[in-house]
Each structure stands twice: as C-alpha cells, then as structure tokens.
C-alpha cells in the first residue's frame, strides 16, 4: 500500500488581524519576505482613527523602510520642528526637535485618514491580499494550523493560516482569545480628540498643555497643517476626576480654560465631532506569544503611558514579528518556543522605559502631588530658558526622540530627588501600613499633608496608589539590576543595533548626555 502524506492546505502563510500601522507594516514586510499574507480589517479604508497624529522621527524612519516616503502626497503632509509646553496657561518651553545623529531632527503630523491609507496601499503594492471589511470573530489554532473565523455582512466563513498576528488595537479580539481576559484597570488610559481649522500660530510646532485641573493628563494641539490641527487630552483612567463629565466634556472645557490652547484655537471652527477613545498600555505581565499566535502594536498594548506614543511602537513590533517569523516559516515552526524570540526582543527593548514611564505616570496620578510637579514643572522651565541642551531634552522626550529615563535627567536636581524618595517611599509605605502612610519623606509639606489626609479621607484608594507605586518601583528596580547584569543601556527603542540594521549608522553622542 502507497500512503501519500496530504499537506495542509491554507488560506494564507500567515493571517493579520487589523490593517493599523502594525498590521500593514507586517503584512509589507511578510510580504516582502516571501511569505502569502491576508490582511483583514473590519473597516474599509481609508478610514479615521482616534489619534494625535504625531509620527516622530523613529516612526520615520520605519516608514522610509518600507517606501512610503516615496508615495504620492506624503512629502506634502506637515512637518513638526519644535514642540512647545505650557503650564496653567504659561509658556514654559519652545524649542527645536535635538539633533541626533541618523535620526530627522523633524516629525510629522499627518491625520490617521491618510497614514493608515499609505501603509494598506504599501502593503497590497507588495502583494499582500487586503480583506476590507472583514472582522476577525473568533479562532482557533491546532497542531497544524490556525483557523480563523472571519465575518462580514454576509455572514461567517473560515479562513486557514500557519500564523495569525493580532493587530487589531487595543480593543484586541485576538488578545482576549489568547489570554482569556480583558488588560487591567490600571493599564487603561482615555482620551479624546478633535480637529479645528483656522488655528492661530505656527503650522511646524507641538504644542503640549498641563495645568492644575488637566494634570496629571494633558491637552495637546498638533498642527495638520494649513492652519489646521489635531487638539485632543489624555489621562490615565485611575486619575480621571471622580466627576460624570465625558472626555469630550472636560476637552471642551479645558480648551476654554487654559488661556494658551483658548489663544491658539481664538478663530478656530471645529470639524466634525469630538470623540472619545480608550489606550491600553504596556504590561510585561501580559503574554504576546503563544503557539501560532502573535500580538503587535497595541494589540499587544505597545503603548508609553508617558506620552501616548504608539505608531513607532506598532511599527518596530510589525518588523521585529516579521524578523522571528522569517526562521518559523522556513522550518515551519510556530510553537510558542519559536516565537518567543519576539516577545524577548519587545521586553528588552522597551520594559525598562516602560517601566520608569508608569512609574512617573503613577508618582504624578495622586493628585495630592500636583502642586508638588507643576512647582517642578516651572523650576524646569526656568533652567530650560538659561540652558539650551536641557531644553532640547524636554522637547526630546515629549516628540519620542529620546528615552523616558531622559525625563529622570530632566528632573534631576529638581523633581528627580523627589520621584526617587516617593518611589522609596512608596515601597516601605505600602509595606507599613496606613499608619506609616502620614509620616515624613514624601517631599514637601503640603504634599505630605495631604497624602495623610487623602490617606484618612479614601483608606482603599490611598492604598491602590501606593501599592501601584510601589509596584512599579519595583518593576523598575528589577529591569535596572537586569540591565546591569546583562551590562547593557538601559532599554532604548533607538538603539544602536536598530539604526545599523537599517544602514544609516550609529547615533552620535546625543547632546544631552551631560545630565
Ligand atoms: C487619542 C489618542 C491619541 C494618540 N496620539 C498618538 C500620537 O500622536 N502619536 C502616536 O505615535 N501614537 C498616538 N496614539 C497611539 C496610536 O494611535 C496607536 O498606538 C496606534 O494606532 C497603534 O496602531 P495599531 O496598528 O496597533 O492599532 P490601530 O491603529 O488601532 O489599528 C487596529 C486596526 O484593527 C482593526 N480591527 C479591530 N478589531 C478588529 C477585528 N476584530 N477584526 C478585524 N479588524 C479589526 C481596526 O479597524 C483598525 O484598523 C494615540 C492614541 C489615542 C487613542
């Protein structure tokens, strides 16, 4: 008797749910690889997306990869120079982007409508089969292959794949299926965003807002160009003010509030509506990977709690998956075994500024503190108007350029000794109980007051703070000791590694290594 092995057969190589900056960007480099990929997406493009619109120079360079500098009408989208910031109305700092060697000392702000229509159109241009309209429902991955249940207004079918990634945003179906639940609380931040035209100022700058009543979120206005721009606030969900309003309330009324954003926007007419939308943000704790399933972008919730930056983060998780399943397909291996080099490549080049972003995010979430950081925040300015390099690091780190440990450097001196002895603080705090909770060490007076009376005033809320603090100290302590074991630099997304893969050389000494 003659047995004839039957080879699976398959839709697909590989399967990308959501056809975002990380699905696309996959499907181009897959593609490209040499491998068939569907890329499916509920939404028929081009379609919006709830964003700033900010692209800085990292995101830049991922996209000049993959040709899309090149397409028609994107040398025309606007291009950002400077980022300013404002405090309760004031303005604190306006400076260029710093310049880092092999990086574009520019961003862009280009609307989601035309960036994601770019990307798709790269993506079907390299081959890949672009599936509109078409939502991911359920799957399920077997020894052989994954099969996804794909629907659309005619109703389910199923689809056969080796690899699905899930890069459908922060509402991932394919994440929940993996991990059998929805992120934690504390990983989830709201924001809301809406575009005006006939904004007073310059088209080519940022323009980032804190204020005591916004803080610890901020409001920011990103020039789309032709006098028009993206002005939208984002806040940690844990910190949203215990009142009923809507983000598209309180955006409202921060943007007749704060006197700098109400100058800037004085003649301005908004277009269309303003819209709300949530943020999931990075949890090392969360798996990526399992056998034949992989998650990117915010799917995998690559997100800095710090300043809300996404794309870059979609886009190098798009190629780093692309990179770990180049051997995968070869071999046709896609055990979780195999595909762990990926979730490894995202924990080494991002946990540790994760981890120092949340713990800056949840030090400043007590709003107990924030006379404390908008005081910081105004010594800041004062050193920044007298000090050109520490001006250009302030403007680094909100345009993405530089890393959150930068903001540490920031702070030093001021603020930093503070966020150091909180951090500290918070760790033996949570561990001695509510008792230890009102004694002395946590900065200045009136905030030390105030903590004992938050403490006395909310026990249970006081406590999740604490703990979330001292948590993420913890997390922070323990990626630093890693990285001196492994005797690298503390976690940069900009590595040197990453610069060279793309031939453009190593960075320089960027000019704020003095702090
Ligand atoms: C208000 C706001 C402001 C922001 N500002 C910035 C900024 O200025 N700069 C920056 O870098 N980042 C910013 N971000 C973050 C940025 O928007 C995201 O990080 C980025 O969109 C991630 O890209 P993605 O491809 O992973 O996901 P997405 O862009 O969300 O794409 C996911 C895609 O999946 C599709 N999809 C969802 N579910 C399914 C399904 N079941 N089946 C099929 N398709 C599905 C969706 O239609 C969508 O097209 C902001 C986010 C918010 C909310």
């Known amino acids: 008797m003659v047995y004839v092995a039957l080879k699976p057969s398959y839709d697909a190589d590989v399967i990308i749910a959501g056809a975002g900056p990380a699905g696309a960007a996959a499907a181009c480099h897959l593609t490209r690889a040499g491998a068939s990929v569907i890329l499916l997406d509920r939404m028929t493009f081009p379609r919006d997306k709830v964003c700033g619109d900010f692209v800085g120079p990292s995101a830049l360079i991922e996209l000049d990869s993959l040709g899309i500098s090149e397409m ?22 306006a400076r260029p982007f710093p ?12 609307p989601r409508l035309a960036l994601d229509n770019f990307i798709v159109d790269a993506a079907r241009s390299a081959g890949a089969r672009v599936m509109e309209g078409y939502s991911l429902a359920g799957f399920a991955a077997g020894g052989d292959a994954v099969a996804v249940e794909a629907a659309n207004s005619k109703g389910h079918f199923t689809l056969r794949c080796r690899q699905l ?27 809301s965003r809406a575009y005006f035209a006939n904004v007073e100022g310059p088209d080519d700058q940022l323009d980032v ?20 721009a993206n002005v939208g606030l984002g806040m940690a969900l844990e910190t949203w003010p215990a009142h009923n309003r809507t983000p598209a309330d309180m955006l409202r009324r921060l943007m007749r509030d704060d006197a700098a954003l109400a100058a800037r926007l004085r003649n301005a007419s908004l277009r269309g509506k303003i819209v709300g939308w949530p943020l999931i943000t990075y949890n090392h704790r969360l798996p990526i990977v399992s056998g034949r399933v992989m998650l990117i972008g915010d799917a995998a919730g690559l997100i800095n709690p710090l300043n809300g930056e996404g794309i870059q983060y979609a886009l190098l998780s798009a190629r780093w998956a692309a990179e770990t399943l180049a051997p995968c397909l070869r071999e046709d291996d896609f055990s979780a075994r195999a595909l762990a ?39 800041i300015a004062v050193r920044a108007h007298k000090d ?19 903001a540490l450097k920031v702070v030093g001196g001021t603020v930093g ?20 909770w009102a004694g002395p060490g946590v900065g200045t007076a009136q905030g030390r007051f105030q903590l004992a009376s938050d403490a006395a005033k909310d026990p249970a809320g006081f406590a999740e703070w604490l703990i979330g603090a001292a948590a993420c100290a913890i997390e922070l302590g323990s990626q630093a000791s890693r990285n001196a074991i492994a005797g690298k630099p503390k976690g940069t997304v900009v590595s040197a590694q990453k610069l060279s893969g793309l031939g453009i050389g190593l960075p320089g000494k960027i000019a704020t290594d003095d702090f």
């Not at 050109?388 to 930068?406: E, H, K, M």
């Open 165 to 191: 990634i899930g890069a459908d945003g922060g509402s991932s179906t394919v994440a929940r299926l993996m991990r059998g639940s929805a992120p934690p609380r504390r990983d989830r931040f709201i924001a």
């Open 388 to 406: 050109a390099n520490y001006a250009s690091t302030v403007s680094g780190i909100f345009a993405g350029l530089l890393p959150a440990r930068d």
């Open 72 to 93: 028609d009408g994107f040398a025309r989208t606007n291009i950002a120079r400077r980022a300013a910031l404002y405090i309760d109305g004031e303005a604190l700092i």
């Open 99 to 110: 310049m880092i060697e092999g990086m574009p000392s520019f961003g862009r702000v280009i």
């Open 341 to 379: 080099p990926f979730a490894a490549r995202v924990e080494s080049e991002m946990r540790y500024d994760m981890a120092l972003s949340r713990l800056i995010v949840q030090l400043i979430g007590n709003r107990a503190l924030t006379p404390l950081w908008i005081g910081a925040s105004k010594i």
């Open 417 to 436: 000794q503070a966020v150091r002895s909180l951090a500290s603080k918070a760790v033996t705090t949570a561990l001695s109980g509510p008792r230890g």
């Open 209 to 228: 807002y804190f204020g005591h009543s916004s803080f610890p979120g901020y409001c920011w206005l990103f020039p789309t160009g032709n006098g028009e």
